[in-house]
């Protein structure tokens, strides 16, 4: 991260000078030090405070205005650079940047790409994951976006798979008309040759609220729960699901019906896996 000049607009946070100046005269070479997420100007440029001297920085990882960084100081002159580090003091400390990292990142996705719908008029993109990697092949900047949610969904698998929790991906081709969705996979054993196997695709719609749909495959057969936060139009959801499933899956999925998803999963199935500590 380089902190740099503050552009125009800004200047109720102090001048470059004063700011630099101030800055390296209470810090060393090597020092940590801690500071505050202000104000996002851009997608990897953000105002920070570090010990009350207010900097310009640029970001190489997603955060929301209000989050702790740390940062180790690699260089005061010319210009100050410092290294973003992540802390692990406690596993409750690495699950909260963790999950905030994916869904700011998550969330700055979905902006992107209904933004290009709104400039547009087209469908966000068809179901599918062929229709889906066009658009980002035709998008360099939808590409980074993506790229950087999959990114931070891969490192909370990474904290899952130490606790041989499982893993999470980042497939919103699955859902067009989702938000915030998220897959959660699990197998229950890494020996045996056919395994059983826990599937839940999760997302938001606005009209059903919460929707995780669990899944349990052990070859050649599968069940299928869906659990929704609202029920209104769970028969109409349920035949629609059925009708569109493709026949050689359909003749080996067993449907256990539609159900209400309980109080204690509306926080997600990423509050549960990361802060529920065994």
Sequence with gaps: MRIRGSGTGFDDYGGEKNRSDSFRKKHRLGKKVKGVLLKRVS??????????DNLLAQLHSAHQ???????????????IILKEVFEH??????????????DASRALFESRIRSMHQDTGAA?????????????????????AFKDAANCAKAISVDLEARNTGRILYQPWLVPEGRRQSTFIRSFS????????????????????????????KKPKAVCKIKLQHLGRSK?????????????????TDFLGVTKLP????????TELMFRRD
């Design 190 to 217: 890494k020996t045996e040759r056919n395994p059983l196997v826990e599937a839940i695709i999760e997302f938001e719609h606005n009209d059903l609220g919460l929707v995780r749909a669990e899944f349990l495959y």
């Design 89 to 102: 003091n406690t596993a409750t400390t690495n699950a909260l940047g963790l999950t905030t990292a994916f």
């Design 124 to 144: 966000f993109f068809l179901p599918g994951s062929d229709n889906f990697i066009e658009l980002l092949a035709a998008n360099k900047t939808l590409y980074m």
């Design 43 to 52: 997608n990897d440029m953000a105002w920070v405070s570090i010990d009350g």
């Design 263 to 270: 109080q204690s999963g509306h926080g997600g199935i990423l």
């Design 65 to 79: 205005e209000g989050a702790r960084l740390t940062f180790i100081i690699k260089q005061l002159v010319p210009d």
């Design 236 to 252: 109409s959801l349920l035949q629609y699901l059925i009708n569109r499933i493709h026949p050689d899956l359909a003749a080996k």
